[in-house]
């Protein structure tokens, strides 16, 4: 089976960025967060002006998904925990929902990876087959920057869809 990264599209340059994430959220929490670490919707103010471009997928500092991404993938994973996360702009008057997906983490990185060279990084990402077998949407538990990982039914969902912003990578598995 053919797994994806979900990444952020970066020919899309006017999106908004999110402002105060980290005192918003524990700065220790940040990248292991948990649906129960979050009681309330969170509210996030961004930088973004009448031209920026509300993607469907926002990959950080913490991964966000739109309200069709989020329909999109509780149609694969209903069980998925997602918390509310909203996207104020003040000046321009904007406001938009997004959702904080909490989606299972594992060790799935093959030998064969590459890594910079303080072996934080994967530069290269190969797939344990015997990990990631029957898994839709995961994170790659090894990496410190969220890396979420598709499957190609997945991908070919989001491929058929009008999504904006979201670029799929191919991952080798071995």
């Known amino acids: 089976m053919d797994y994806f990264l979900l990444k952020q599209d970066v020919r899309y340059t006017n999106v908004p960025a999110l402002l105060k ?21 969170l509210m996030f103010h961004v930088k973004a002006d009448a031209e920026s471009i509300f993607i469907d997928y926002l990959a950080g500092p913490i991964p966000l998904f739109s309200d069709a991404l989020k329909r999109l993938v509780q149609a694969y994973m209903p069980e998925l925990p997602l918390k509310l996360t909203i996207l104020t ?33 994967i530069r ?9 077998r029957g898994h839709k949407i995961f994170r790659v538990q090894e990496s410190a920057a969220p890396l979420i990982v598709v499957r190609l039914d997945v991908a070919e969902s989001i491929l058929r869809r009008d999504f904006t912003g979201i670029s799929l990578e191919q991952v080798r598995v071995k």
């Open 21 to 41: 994430v980290r005192e918003t959220i524990d700065p220790w929490k940040l990248y292991d967060l948990r649906p129960e670490d979050i009681v309330k919707p």
């Open 89 to 121: 702009q003040i000046e321009q008057k904007i406001q938009k929902n997004y959702y904080i997906p909490f989606i299972a983490q594992l060790k799935a990185v093959h030998p064969e990876s590459e890594w910079n060279v303080n072996q934080n990084v």
């Open 124 to 132: 290269n990402l190969v797939l344990h087959a015997d990990a990631i």
